[in-house]
């Protein structure tokens, strides 16, 4: 059985990106749509392992015997995932809306300045020296 050598991989890959580097924009094209894919395939898998862990399992998984004969009554699913995503949604939404507002509102108000005149006196504490530039 072979062993993974780690140099010969990285020599491996190294080479295959310079012969994609030095091919024509098509070839480019493919690469940069393939990867790229994978790259988005990983991350929302890694999203769903991740929403799959986190989230808490929905009550009621049970699944009971029915008798013949009995009347079945289906109850409606409490939270289904996208009623969550939706309700996280607007959540945020609301939120920035609020944010929002609050701009607004900071944006609408008048500031006011005062400006002293004449009978302001400034008397600096030690004598200033004016700077001659070059």
């Given amino acids: 059985m072979s062993r993974l050598n780690l140099e010969k991989t990285v020599d491996k890959a190294r080479v295959g990106l310079k012969k994609i580097q030095r091919s024509g924009d098509g070839t480019k094209r493919f690469y940069l749509v393939l990867l790229s894919s994978l790259a988005m395939t990983v991350v929302i898998g890694l999203w769903f392992f991740y929403l799959n862990v986190t989230l808490p399992a ?77």
């Fill in 58 to 134: 929905p009550s009621g998984n049970e699944v009971e015997a029915v008798k013949p004969g009995t009347a079945v009554v289906e109850k409606p699913a409490e939270d289904s995932f996208f009623k969550i995503i939706a309700r996280g949604a607007g959540k945020i939404f609301g939120d920035l809306r609020g944010q929002f507002v609050k701009i607004g509102e900071s944006l609408n108000q008048v500031k006011e300045f005062s400006l002293e005149g004449k009978e302001l006196q400034f008397t600096p504490e030690e004598p200033l020296n004016p700077t001659p530039l070059p």
